[in-house]
């Protein structure tokens, strides 16, 4: 078998990953349309992301080597040729290594 | 908002901790209610939290940014960031450190549609160049391989990743913005998220010619072809279906190809020519030579019009060609060739000897003598690489080892040659491995790697096994 990795007309644009510990799941129906949470943004590419009652502390970096990031092309009928498509190209990455931490607001602050 | 939660381990409590301390109840922003705190605090104050939270959330919700700013610009952790500003400003106004800017992170509308779940592949440089200058990337394998990836030219097998991590996919570049005066929100889009990870292993340097053997000599060249001709049309395979099965690159198989006794017929099928056709072949072009009243089949001259009017019909075009540009060397500016007697005399070794395997030296000296044309003389460095002369108790017995014959895996190659002679050199061990080792550094580093050695009186490495 085999199947070809195929560009797009457009190029290959470089896109971005989120990459978190664990799942993430909603309470009820799907992801779409929905807010993740809200990035307050540290110098030296430190990030804090607020989800819900919780902290997560990451940081922006370089993947170790380029990450092709590829889909899977729906068979043409009448075509023996498997395809799959790069949409695009990582390399950069937003990492949240540690656990979640309660959001815990201080009026005394 | 987030009607999700994030899901790590449960911590281990005992049920006194938990009596004094209240977990973070997961949050919901949407639920003014929703409360958080570590430590038991007064109630009036735990009120002022819940009631801080609340409003955080709601300010987030509605995009009031100045609530939120200020109020986390004042709490853990994101005093430290937030704050620089205060510190820094007569430095650095107007840098990025004047983070007023907050990214609010939103599932794009079809985040959870097929076409949003996509694959990673961890790769090298060289095939991310490769692939913008248009070289085709392809991935091989039946269903029961460990999948390969190729470019034109090289091989590098796949390894999937088993990760308990989310992976996120955004079509814009997230980093820090440069913040206005006023707090502000700006909305990015969660495009897609990763279902599975691979990467890229180191390119392998050796030719995995062991399927693509197995697979042209199914269906090799007979002599009697003949007799099964309209069977025989359908038989062969195309370099596509070769590239089905062979985990190589296009450039490694035709590499591959040109070691091979293998034919390509005008149909575009490629076909291995058995050890009998070729002797056949070989024997009647020996007869050629050897016939003086034939001035156009000659070892010093021999044309592919020469050939074809001696050879009989069962000898296709294509394999004359094949026997002309493999075994013999063009003239310059003459449709004719020169045969040099070291081919023929290899290849003459090969069919004498692929049957028997081995026989003792001076009945094979005979025989090959009785074949050859007269005037060719034989000399034992001509068998390097093709057969061994070693000592028996009745004298010296040549050992057919041809690399068309022996195991295809290095590992099996390498200990199918270490039970037939305990003691090798490097350089007695290359010329078996020339079909699969197009790199002579390669060869040395796997044999240094995974050889033992021992040294011979005169400070040789001589190999004996492998770990």
């Known amino acids: 078998m085999q199947i070809k990795l195929i560009s797009r007309p457009e190029g290959t644009p470089e896109w971005m990953a989120i990459e978190m510990h664990g799942m993430i799941s909603p309470h009820e129906g799907g992801f779409d349309g929905k807010t993740l949470g809200t990035i307050c943004w540290g110098d030296r590419g430190n990030v804090y992301m607020i989800v819900g009652n919780q902290t997560l502390e990451g940081k922006i970096s370089k993947t170790d080597r380029p990450l092709l990031v590829i889909q899977k092309s729906e068979k043409i009928e009448g075509e023996d040729e498997k395809n799959a498509t790069v949409r695009a190209l990582i390399r950069k990455k937003l990492v949240f290594k540690v656990r979640p931490r309660p959001l815990v607001l201080s009026t005394a602050a | ?467």
């Open chain 2, 1 to 467: 908002m987030n009607r999700f939660i994030t899901k790590t381990k449960p911590q281990q409590t005992n049920k006194r901790d938990v009596a004094q301390k209240r977990p973070a109840p997961v949050g919901d922003e949407n639920t003014p209610t929703a409360s958080s705190g570590i430590i038991q605090e007064s109630p009036n104050k735990k009120a002022e939290e819940t009631s801080l939270m609340a409003k955080l959330h709601t300010a987030i919700r509605h995009g009031d940014a100045q609530f939120t700013f200020d109020t986390l610009s004042k709490n853990r952790p994101f005093d430290n960031a937030m704050n620089v500003s205060s510190r820094t400003s007569k430095l650095f106004k107007n840098t990025k450190f004047f983070q007023k800017t907050m990214t609010k992170m939103e599932f794009s509308p079809s985040y959870s549609a097929p076409g949003s779940e996509f694959m990673l592949l961890s790769v090298d440089e060289s095939v991310v160049n490769a692939f913008k200058e248009g070289q085709g990337l392809t991935i091989r394998g039946e269903t029961t391989d460990e999948a390969v990836l190729c470019t034109d030219d090289s091989t590098f097998p796949m390894k999937i990743i088993e990760s308990a991590t989310t992976v996120l996919l955004l079509h814009n570049s997230l980093e820090a913005p440069d913040s206005p005066t006023l707090p502000n929100f700006q909305v990015e889009m969660i495009d897609g998220k990763c279902y599975a990870t691979g990467e890229l292993c180191p390119v392998v340097d050796v030719l995995n010619v062991g399927r693509l053997k197995d697979m042209l000599r199914e269906q090799e060249l007979r002599w009697d072809w003949k007799d099964r001709e309209e069977e025989e049309k359908l038989k062969g395979y195309r370099l596509r279906d070769l590239l089905d099965s062979v985990q190589m690159s296009v450039e490694e198989v035709k590499t591959a190809l040109i070691d091979l006794p293998v034919v390509k017929f005008p149909n575009g099928k490629y076909r291995y020519l058995s050890h009998k056709f070729r002797g056949e072949m070989l024997g009647l072009i020996v007869e050629m030579i050897d016939e003086d009243s034939n001035n156009d089949v000659k070892l010093e001259s021999i044309s592919f019009v020469g050939l074809r009017k001696h050879l009989p019909e069962n000898v296709p075009d294509q394999v004359i060609e094949w026997f002309l540009k493999s075994r013999c060397e063009k003239i310059p500016d003459k449709n004719e060739y020169r045969l040099p007697e070291e081919n023929l005399i290899r290849d003459l070794t090969v069919v004498i000897l692929y049957g028997t395997g081995k026989m003792p030296l001076n009945q094979f000296s005979e025989l090959l003598g009785k074949i050859l044309p007269f005037g060719v003389e034989v000399k034992e460095t001509v068998f390097e690489g093709i057969a061994d002369i070693s000592d028996a108790s009745f004298g010296k017995v040549i050992t057919y080892l041809g690399p068309e014959d022996l195991p295809d895996t290095i590992k099996e190659r390498m200990l199918h040659l270490f039970e037939y002679r305990k003691l090798w050199s490097m350089e007695q061990l290359r010329p078996y491995f020339k079909d699969v080792y197009k790199s002579k550094v390669s060869f040395d580093k796997y044999v240094v790697q995974n050889c033992e050695y021992s040294l011979s009186e005169t400070g040789e490495m001589l190999y004996c096994g492998v770990r």
